[in-house]
């Protein structure tokens, strides 16, 4: 007999609505039933999670994460990049893409090996789908904590890493206007990566030029990005109003309340429906640590009051979770539970094109739950139907 899961009584979360009372059936690694209501009695033996008075949904799908609980994706080794992804099972994250920064040829390198391996291990925690590439490809002055010495332009003779990591790189954060970009988002498209514009300085035609060559979405909107300015006596669009206003591009937004002021959330959500929007945590190491002295790459951090701030006086990464920006969508942004959690689990993966088998709870679909109390705390994780983490 095939190994079975119930989850009996939960309230289950749909990108619509919610029902209550429902019973989920898992089989091996995929949802097997759905019930509301009555549904079929457990053969003996066979294990039961009581999710009665709490929420049951689609695991989160963190599209922008560095690091997590001491672990970060430049430590370079699969030891850390599987300890990122079991801390942020802890708040639900099922699947997530390590996330690099700006650095020497053999640190991407090595990270991206270490990301590679990670992606075939079997482990107690979110699955790594690959790799999110941040830097080099980034502006100088919207670097952010990306360390000068390491921001250039692309080159095709250099960046051997680039394609010998192809498999596991999912994700490529660029600034359009850098020499030999708008070929490299061709290139990137042509190999099945998801390009991304960011950390750039780039106005309204040149974004229109790099949706034409394949970019499709945008890192941390309203951080590191060209807004609305003047041209002379004329206003002009910069990356982030451009972002709102196009139906090709989707978004990310660290909804911290620290990156991106959560008022602003509900106007975001206007802009582009909640189909167009994900949650991303855009964490550090420092995630579940005490405040203190940290490292992002090359820049020392401290870690005061919520925030994590470089040497240099910026925001460096976050230490929020996926469950943490969920409770900040619906509490503090006043958005409806279906809608916030959609735009942490289906909306990711559809930007990812992983929506076939991820983000959502439907027979058929990966068995990625997450079960919430009534206070949209994490009391426990399934990754393809194994518990990972139970409170």
């Known amino acids: ?72 994706t430049m430590d ?30 053999e640190e991407i390198h090595a990270a991206l090996a270490a990301v590679e391996e990670a992606m075939g291990t079997d482990s107690p925690g979110a699955r790594v789908l690959g790799a999110h590439v941040e830097g080099p490809f980034l502006s100088h002055g919207k670097r952010g904590a990306h360390a000068a010495r390491h921001v250039r332009p692309p080159n095709r ?33 042509q190999m099945g990566i998801l390009v991304s514009l960011g950390h750039s300085a780039a106005d309204e035609a040149l974004v229109a030029e790099a949706i034409l060559a394949g970019a499709g979405h945008v890192t941390h909107l309203f951080n590191a990005m060209s807004t609305l300015g003047k041209v002379g006596a004329v206003r002009r669009l910069g990356l982030a109003e451009v972002a709102l206003v196009r139906d090709d591009l989707t978004v990310e937004v660290i909804a911290d309340g620290f990156h991106f002021p959560l008022a602003l959330l509900p106007l975001v959500v206007r802009a582009k429906g909640a189909e167009g929007v994900a949650l991303v945590t855009d964490a550090m190491r420092a995630a579940g640590l005490p405040d203190g002295r940290y490292t992002l790459g090359e820049m020392m951090v401290t870690v005061q009051g919520g925030m994590a701030i470089s ?48 983000g959502e709870v439907a027979v058929g679909k990966t068995a990625d739950l997450v079960i919430l109390d009534p206070a ?11 518990v990972v983490y139970r409170r």
Do not use: Y
């Open 76 to 105: 370079a080794t699969t030891e850390a990049v599987l300890g990122l992804a079991a801390f942020h099972a802890r708040h639900g994250s099922t699947s997530l893409l390590p996330s690099t920064v700006a650095a020497s040829d």
């Open 157 to 189: 003779e250099r960046d051997t890493w680039l394609f010998e990591h192809q498999a596991a790189i999912r994700r490529l954060t660029l600034a359009p206007e850098l020499p030999g970009a708008l070929e490299l988002i061709r290139q990137l498209r």
């Open 311 to 358: 040497d240099e006086g910026g925001l460096a990464g976050s230490i929020a979770t996926m469950d943490q920006l969920l409770r900040n969508a619906v509490q503090r942004a006043g958005q409806p539970l279906a809608r916030a959690w959609q735009m942490a689990s289906l909306t990711p993966a559809r930007i990812l094109s992983a929506a076939d088998h991820l």
């Open 376 to 386: 949209l705390q994490v009391v426990a994780t399934l990754v393809g139907g194994q």
């Open 1 to 72: 007999m095939s190994k079975r899961l119930w989850i009996r009584a939960g309230t289950l979360i749909t990108p619509r609505t919610s029902c209550q009372q429902v019973t989920i059936l898992v089989e091996e690694d995929r949802i097997a039933g759905l019930w509301p209501g009555a549904a079929p009695a457990p053969c003996p033996g066979e294990p039961v999670l009581d999710a009665d008075g709490q929420f049951v949904g689609p695991g989160f799908v963190d599209l922008h994460v560095h690091g997590g609980g001491g672990f970060d």
